[in-house]
């Protein structure tokens, strides 16, 4: 039954990224990219998981290099993102 | 991971709320108002999430995990902030690697928790996507920044080299699900697929970047999202695939605005076959850097269609400035973007917001191609490819078909450029034979920096 429900999950949350990101203007596409970046970061919720084990196993050490690579795409995908938004600004608008 | 106490019920109800506020976050990047909001929405949740997962019972043990979040926040900080705008696509090149070599360890170090055959195969999904997404990047990082030759890469038989690969993995991942514990299957899995990565990419041109790019992204999504199957975690489904949508639609956008399909993009390189045929009439006619300025100085509506070029030229910030003088002037100015202008979607218009142009006066190619008829002056700068009028006449042209901005339907159009050569694509450019088109030679900074000093 797990398998059934997280595919049903997986079929929805498909489309409504698609309806979402369709609507994302075009000159936030590089942005978006980034910020998509930074959210596939959470990758790293898995490997936490697997990398507080306690037990010295192989297992232990694949999910702690995890936990650094998946933490380098989040934090600096959200930083790169943030830097990026702030330079958006409006004609006329406060500088 | 199963919600069986209390405890876990409301572990997995966090999840949930981890989950809305990453699609409330992404509904908010619908408008540049919004964009900032929505992206530290974003990261509140995956915030969230994190410290959900800390509080999990089944972690006894923190002090790997701390070391892990210090050394990625040290790096990843560190390259969010001294990244220039320009390297942009390099950048999130390197992190998609990241992104997919992160789900292939996740999927290897589930394997000893693995139970079922429907979680092996979701393991090897995982590790499949993972891997080729981190190699497949690599290779895209390497061509973006110029370490490797960034042409195609074709060699005789690749086809052929590609298919038996396909099908190597085809067998080692089945053999792998029948017999788990034969740790060999497993390590050919990882290697074949690390190796269908970089087989991947290499036969890719450099002018196809974007699209590449766009495709990595959107694996390292699927990556994730496979991952969370491996590890039954609702919340890496969830943002696993709103990612991989993101990419898909991306990749899509991009395939459109160059009028290839993907498979076209994927399977013959570009620049390799175009045999150019097009017949070009008429000659060239330079102009002076002072004759375009009394030209520019009448003019009352002016387009700016920028290229990859302009970003190479570092001239951006004197491009805003001459902008600015010539509002002054009494003229409307706009910029033409196009979809494909630049290494990755939407780098122009970063570029530009870079240089304080504000983001109305960024144009698409769909808003901007109508208004041509009234433009006095198109000025093209570091562009060649998306500004070519044989896309829309030549039917010989290799990118006929490809929609452009249509410059040479205002009064005049100036071409900034460094030298005759043709653009990446190696495609002769009928436009700048053109009755009402001018040719401004030189770096394209000093150029716009010579026009500014006119007008002041």
Redesign the interface.
């Known amino acids: 039954m797990?398998?059934v429900f997280?595919t049903f999950?997986?079929m929805l949350?498909?489309f409504?990224?698609?309806e979402?990101?369709?609507?994302?203007?075009?000159?936030?596409?590089?942005?978006?990219?980034?910020?998509?970046?930074?959210?596939?970061?959470?990758?790293?919720?898995?490997?936490?998981?697997?990398?507080?084990?306690?037990q010295q196993?192989?297992?232990?050490w694949?999910?702690?290099?995890?936990?650094?690579?998946?933490?380098?795409?989040?934090?600096?995908?959200?930083?790169?993102?943030?830097?990026?938004?702030?330079?958006?600004?409006?004609?006329?608008?406060a500088? | 991971?199963a919600a069986t106490s209390e405890f876990g019920l409301l572990i997995q109800f966090a999840y949930i709320v981890s989950?809305g506020l990453?699609?409330y976050g992404?509904?908010l990047?619908?408008?540049?108002?919004s964009?900032?909001r929505g992206?530290?929405l974003?990261?509140g949740a995956?915030l969230l999430?994190?410290v959900?997962?800390?509080l999990?019972q089944?972690?006894?043990?923190?002090q790997?995990?701390l070391?892990?979040?210090v050394?990625?926040?040290i790096?990843?900080?560190a390259?969010?902030?001294m990244?220039q705008?320009t390297s942009?696509p390099e950048?999130?090149a390197l992190?998609?690697g990241?992104?997919g070599?992160?789900?292939l360890?996740?999927g290897?170090?589930?394997?000893?928790?693995a139970l079922g055959t429907?979680t092996l195969v979701t393991i090897v999904l995982s590790i499949l996507i993972g891997g080729l997404t981190f190699t497949g990047s690599l290779v895209a990082y390497g061509k973006l920044s110029e370490k490797i030759g960034s042409g195609a890469m074709m060699f005789k038989g690749q086809q052929v080299v590609n298919s038996l690969i396909v099908l190597a993995i085809l067998v080692c991942s089945v053999m792998f699900t029948q017999q788990p514990d034969n740790a060999q299957w497993l390590y050919l899995v990882i290697g074949l697929s690390l190796l269908f990565g970089v087989m991947v990419v290499i036969p890719i041109g450099g002018a196809d970047m974007p699209v590449v790019?766009?495709l990595l992204?959107s694996y390292?999504?699927l990556?994730?999202?496979a991952?969370?199957?491996?590890?039954?975690?609702?919340?890496?489904?969830?943002?696993?695939?709103?990612?991989?949508?993101?990419?898909?639609?991306?990749t899509q956008?991009m395939c459109k605005a160059m009028n290839r399909s993907l498979s076209n993009v994927l399977f013959s390189g570009f620049g390799s076959v175009s045999s150019d045929t097009t017949e070009v009439e008429g000659e060239i006619k330079p102009i002076s850097v002072e004759d375009a300025y009394y030209v520019l100085e009448a003019a009352s509506n002016v387009v700016i269609v920028p290229g990859y070029g302009m970003a190479v030229a570092q001239a951006q910030h004197v491009v805003k400035e001459l902008c600015e003088l010539m509002e002054n002037n009494g003229a409307e100015v706009n910029f033409g973007?196009h979809?494909v202008a630049g290494r990755?979607?939407?780098?122009m218009?970063?570029l530009l917001?870079?240089a304080?142009v504000?983001?109305?006066?960024?144009l698409?190619m769909d808003d901007i191609n109508p208004r041509m008829e009234n433009v006095d002056v198109a000025i093209v700068i570091g562009a060649n490819d998306v500004v070519n009028p044989a896309a829309r006449d030549v039917e010989s042209s290799p990118i006929y078909g490809m929609p452009v901005i249509n410059v040479d339907h205002a009064r005049v159009v100036f071409v900034l450029k460094r030298s005759m050569a043709s653009g990446f694509a190696g495609i002769e450019n009928p436009l700048f034979y053109k009755e009402n088109t001018r040719m401004l030679f030189g770096d394209a900074k000093e150029s716009i920096g010579g026009l500014v000093r006119e007008f002041t």
């Open positions: 797990e398998i997280m999950i997986l949350s498909i409504l990224g698609f979402l990101i369709t609507k994302v203007p075009s000159t936030l596409h590089t942005p978006l990219m980034s910020g998509a970046n930074a959210i596939s970061g959470i990758t790293v919720v898995g490997a936490i998981s697997l990398a507080g084990t306690g196993d192989l297992a232990n694949l999910g702690s290099a995890a936990v650094a690579l998946a933490t380098v795409n989040v934090v600096g995908g959200y930083l790169v993102t943030d830097r990026m938004l702030a330079m958006f600004k409006k004609k006329g608008g500088k | 991971m989950a990453f699609i992404l509904k990047l619908g408008s540049p108002d964009a900032r992206n530290r974003s990261a995956m999430a994190i959900v997962a800390l999990d089944g972690i006894v043990e923190y790997w995990i070391l892990g979040f050394v990625g926040a790096i990843g900080g390259a969010a902030r990244v705008m942009m950048l999130v992190f998609n990241f992104g070599l992160a789900s360890l996740v290897w170090a589930a394997l000893s928790t429907f790019i766009s992204n390292s999504g990556a994730a999202c991952a969370g199957f491996a590890i039954n975690n609702n919340i890496l489904i969830v943002a696993g695939s709103l990612v991989g949508a993101s990419g898909i639609i991306l956008i973007i979809p990755m979607p939407g780098h218009n970063v917001a870079e304080d504000p983001y109305d006066q960024l698409e």
